[in-house]
């Protein structure tokens, strides 16, 4: 009996044994028909989609110092430094800046500036050694914005691995000329348009 209880002890476990291996195995099978979330940086590098809130560039010449971006700024965080001109009886802006240690990127200065001085890159690397580096003024924010695809030569740019049309698992495997990642704002509204005319027509089929 003792035998027998110690054969059956062993097929229970083995039978455990390969349920638990037969486990690990579907997730792993299940992983290998996914698509790479992984990124080999910084030998390649993502292509932000259309709408990525990056680091914000800002147009000296534009600002009026309304300071709208500091009043719709959760953190009040831009700094705006003005003196008003009496002559010309306008403010007129000596100094700007945004400390990018301290910002959310939640984009709501960009999207109230009533001048558009302010728009949003797809710059994303601003990691310093100095959080003090991370305080832009008007002249660090005026600098061009920079480009994962007009860079450094040795610098493979892919794009989203989480918005690649379908059938698609590898972001080499798309051609230079494909269309970045995201729907345009036109083409968003012409979207909701389009709804909106279809639910009105089958609202009026439903009543005729």
Same mark, same amino acid.
């Given at each position: 009996?003792?035998?027998?209880?110690?054969?059956?002890?062993?097929?229970?476990?083995?039978?455990?044994?390969? =349920?638990? @291996?037969?486990?690990?195995?579907?997730?792993?099978?299940?992983?290998?028909?996914?698509?790479?979330?992984?990124?080999?940086?910084?030998? !390649? =590098? /993502? @292509?932000?989609?259309?709408?990525?809130?990056?680091? @914000?560039?800002?147009?000296?010449?534009?600002?009026?110092?309304? !300071?709208?971006?500091?009043?719709?700024?959760?953190?009040?965080?831009?700094?705006?430094?003005?003196?008003?001109?009496?002559?010309?009886?306008? =403010?007129?802006?000596?100094?700007?800046?945004?400390?990018?240690?301290?910002?959310?990127?939640?984009?709501?200065?960009?999207?109230?500036?009533?001048?558009?001085?302010?728009?949003?890159?797809?710059?994303?690397?601003?990691?310093?050694?100095?959080?003090?580096?991370?305080?832009?003024?008007?002249?660090?924010?005026?600098?061009?914005?920079?480009?994962?695809?007009?860079?450094?030569?040795?610098?493979?740019?892919?794009?989203?691995?989480?918005?690649?049309?379908?059938?698609? /698992?590898?972001?080499?495997?798309?051609?230079?000329?494909?269309?970045?990642?995201?729907?345009?704002?036109?083409?968003?509204? !012409? !979207?909701?348009?389009?709804?909106?005319?279809?639910?009105? =027509?089958?609202?009026?089929?439903?009543?005729?």
């Amino acid at each position: 009996m003792k035998f027998l209880k110690q054969v059956g002890d062993y097929t229970k476990e083995a039978v455990q044994a390969a =349920k638990y @291996i037969g486990q690990g195995l579907s997730v792993t099978f299940d992983h290998m028909q996914r698509r790479p979330v992984t990124v080999q940086y910084p030998y !390649e =590098k /993502l @292509i932000p989609s259309e709408r990525f809130r990056g680091r @914000i560039h800002f147009e000296f010449d534009k600002c009026i110092s309304c !300071e709208v971006c500091v009043r719709v700024c959760p953190i009040n965080l831009p700094v705006v430094d003005w003196e008003f001109n009496k002559e010309t009886k306008k =403010k007129k802006l000596n100094h700007y800046s945004i400390d990018f240690g301290v910002c959310i990127f939640c984009g709501n200065c960009v999207e109230y500036c009533p001048t558009n001085c302010l728009s949003m890159t797809e710059e994303y690397e601003l990691s310093t050694y100095d959080r003090h580096e991370l305080n832009y003024d008007n002249v660090a924010l005026g600098r061009l914005p920079y480009s994962v695809t007009h860079s450094d030569p040795m610098v493979t740019p892919i794009r989203e691995l989480g918005y690649l049309p379908k059938g698609v /698992l590898n972001g080499h495997d798309l051609p230079k000329d494909t269309r970045r990642a995201g729907q345009l704002p036109e083409e968003i509204l !012409e !979207e909701m348009e389009s709804q909106k005319s279809a639910e009105a =027509k089958t609202g009026a089929e439903a009543k005729s």
